[in-house]
């Protein structure tokens, strides 16, 4: 069974910064992708950000040049170090990382999801 657990989120002021993590755990074989999306009241679940195997990333438009996607191999840990935050960017964000366990075949899973709300 494998598991994303979530960390980082939490209240900011407007301009400030916060870093997610999301660690997955189990009996993991291999990590492919790995992305971030984030859900805003009454708005579209949206793609945040995401990082390939090989380290190649991709940015939502929004959010170029204040966050950044980066990953541990060592301990199955994605990160997302979100900078210069407005209050646009409150959402719930939710972790999501492509994966095989020792059993199953390439699959997503999804974080429980962390709050950020940016507020002053």
């Known amino acids: 069974q494998v598991q994303l657990v979530e960390s980082g989120g939490g209240l900011v002021q407007p301009g400030g910064s916060l870093r997610l993590s999301c660690a997955a755990s189990g009996s993991i074989a291999s990590i492919y992708a790995m992305a971030w999306y984030r859900q805003a009241p009454g708005k579209q679940h949206e793609l945040v950000a995401e990082?390939?195997?090989?380290?190649?990333?991709n940015y939502a438009d929004s959010v170029k040049g204040r966050f950044t996607t980066s990953r541990d191999n060592a301990k199955n840990t994605v990160y997302l170090q979100m900078n210069s935050l407005n209050v646009e960017d409150t959402a719930v964000y939710y972790c999501n990382i492509l994966l095989k366990t020792l059993t199953v075949r390439p699959k997503n899973y999804w974080g429980q999801g962390t709050q950020v709300t940016v507020s002053s």
């Open positions: 990082i390939a195997g090989d380290g190649s990333t």
